[in-house]
């Protein structure tokens, strides 16, 4: 029995959303791979053979390979599906783009968003938004899983030794073609890998009121900002800050949610982290429920308050 972990990269380094995903493969048994295939890869396959854990990393390198597009990556996976038991995905946008495609060659059920390993052969996931856990047995004989990586410890990305082995990449399916990519640059922590985050709610009223009050205490924490839904929908922060169901998930050491009234989807996103504060003025407010540290009071006056006394 032997998990193939299908690494996120960027031809130089390996993604954080892998490490985690290395802890899941290892706690279905057996030995785990790692797959990096790239352009230019060499780096990120080196990086991989020195996670904890990992038995033997599979470098591929090819042109088509160098942006990661679903369809050449997941002909890559089934290249090779065939000798292992569990194939595990981050439940990234990457992740979630490629693993269905080879779940559906295979003819097998696809396991998502998995937060807990039961047995090689079960597993739990949340469902209804976090508010009941699955625990899904499969059958089958390859188990293509999604790995909800907020629901594991990430390995330590060094003291490993693993053998790299070169393989010939398939060719290029020539169903897509990568055109280009248009990339915000931004100079705090990625959101889902962040260990500090604020966040900001529609109470906040505008644009350039979040701005105001949430990006000074951001910049005193070196933490992420984040968004709920409802703020983002009223256009007052990008869709890549919305933390929730249908945004990112995340689980860092503190999450502070100033104006955010705790709906469902939002709490479905970051509940997992590790210290809540929450400050609303709303003492019914549902985001209450979940937090370490609650303070009923009106943000426009606690949070700079809070930002001049750090």
Request: net charge negative; glycine share 10%; proline share 4%.
């Amino acid at each position: 029995m032997t998990s193939l972990v299908i690494a996120e990269h960027d031809n130089a380094s390996i993604k954080p959303a892998t490490l985690n995903t290395v802890t899941a493969a290892a706690q279905c048994g057996g030995e785990v791979h790692i797959l990096v295939a790239g352009k230019g890869a060499e780096g990120a396959a080196k990086a991989a053979s020195t996670i904890a854990g990992v038995a033997k990393v599979i470098h591929v390198e090819g042109d088509h390979f160098a942006h990661g597009l679903a369809e050449n990556m997941a002909t890559q996976v089934l290249s090779i599906a065939a000798s292992y038991s569990h194939i595990l995905f981050p439940a990234t946008a990457s992740g979630k783009n490629i693993a269905p495609r080879v779940a559906a060659t295979l003819d097998v059920g696809q396991i998502s968003d998995i937060t807990q390993v039961d047995a090689p052969d079960t597993f739990e996931r949340p469902i209804y938004a976090g508010n009941a856990i699955a625990t899904v047995q499969s059958m089958d004989a390859t188990k293509v899983i999604t790995v909800r990586t907020t629901g594991f410890d990430p390995a330590a990305s060094t003291g490993g030794s693993a053998a790299i082995e070169v393989l010939a990449g398939v060719a290029d399916s020539g169903k897509t073609v990568f055109l280009g990519s248009e990339i915000a640059k931004n100079d705090r922590p990625e959101l889902t890998a962040a260990k500090i985050i604020v966040s900001g709610g529609r109470a906040l009223g505008s644009a350039e009121k979040f701005n105001d009050v949430m990006t000074p205490l951001a910049d005193k924490l070196g933490a992420a900002l984040g968004a709920s839904r409802a703020a983002v929908d009223a256009g007052y922060a990008p869709n890549d800050w919305q933390v929730g169901q249908t945004g990112k998930i995340v689980a860092p050491q503190l999450y502070i949610a100033a104006g955010i009234s705790g709906a469902i989807q939002h709490l479905a996103g970051m509940k997992d982290s590790k210290v809540i504060v929450a400050i609303n003025k709303d003492p019914e407010a549902p985001i209450f429920s979940v937090a370490d540290y609650g303070l009923e009071a009106d943000l426009f006056a606690a949070v700079p308050e809070l930002t001049a006394a750090l």
